[in-house]
């Protein structure tokens, strides 16, 4: 696939996964359009078998609270689901945690592809998109090795691991009830596995366990990829 097409690609799903309803890319737009917004975009990178980077400059973050459960949602934590719907068009690898800050540069490079999405009535934001490589065509020894050189750029780097023991939904008006000594009953039974949860993504299953009087989880099963939910 070119890259153009998984940039249109990257760019559709993100907005079908954007927490506002109604979301669509209208098309592809000059950077200069969405200049007055690029200082305060949200952006990632993606690493895996092809490189990219994605920032997503907003209109208005007004969506930020009602899609977030309060005024104290974080505006990287509502995005972070649909900035993954994005990377699952370049087909496995790893998007590394959101962040805030000035994306000009990647919305002014000619390689990259800047989208509008829209509600059908005004601009909701600007999506820009630069995928590496996705036309090159080396021997199976050469992608191979390329892969594993990229990978090792990222060892370093410190993801978030997670223990989840179970979920429930509740309404605003339950949670704003709660108080020291209320139980709340999860979606889980007694000695049933937990979640393991790398950067918010399931990669395997496991027991809890005390180690010096702390907890810890024994690894019971590792996901196959295809088993991991997305």
Same mark, same amino acid.
């Given at each position: 696939m070119s890259n153009l097409a998984l940039h249109a690609a990257a760019a559709d799903r993100l907005a079908a996964a954007l927490p506002v309803p109604g979301l669509a890319v209208t098309g592809t737009v000059a950077p200069a359009v969405a200049a007055p917004h690029t200082a305060l975009a949200v952006s990632a990178s993606f690493v895996g078998a092809l490189t990219a980077d994605f920032a997503l400059a907003l209109a208005s973050t007004d969506f930020v609270a009602e899609a977030g459960g309060g005024p104290e949602a974080s505006t990287t934590a509502v995005l972070r689901p649909a900035f993954e719907? !994005? !990377?699952? !068009?370049?087909q496995g690898g790893v998007l590394s945690e959101l962040a805030e800050g000035d994306a000009s540069e990647l919305f002014a490079d000619p390689e990259a !592809? @800047?989208?509008e999405i829209s509600d059908g009535a005004a601009p909701f934001g600007w999506f820009a998109v630069r995928v590496h490589d996705a036309d090159a065509a080396p021997s199976a020894l050469a992608d191979t090795s390329g892969f594993v050189s990229r990978l090792g750029r990222i060892h370093d780097v410190e993801m978030a691991l997670t223990v989840e023991i179970g979920r429930t939904r509740m309404s605003i008006r339950d949670a704003l009830s709660m108080e020291p =000594?209320? @139980?709340i009953e999860l979606d889980r039974s007694a =000695?049933?596995?937990v979640d393991v949860l790398l950067n918010g993504r399931k990669i395997a299953l496991g027991e809890v366990v005390v180690v010096d009087q702390d907890y810890g989880v024994r690894i019971t099963r590792i996901l196959d990829v295809a088993e991991a939910p997305r």
């Open positions: 719907r !994005a !990377a699952e !068009a370049l !592809a @800047v989208y =000594g209320k @139980v =000695g049933a596995p």
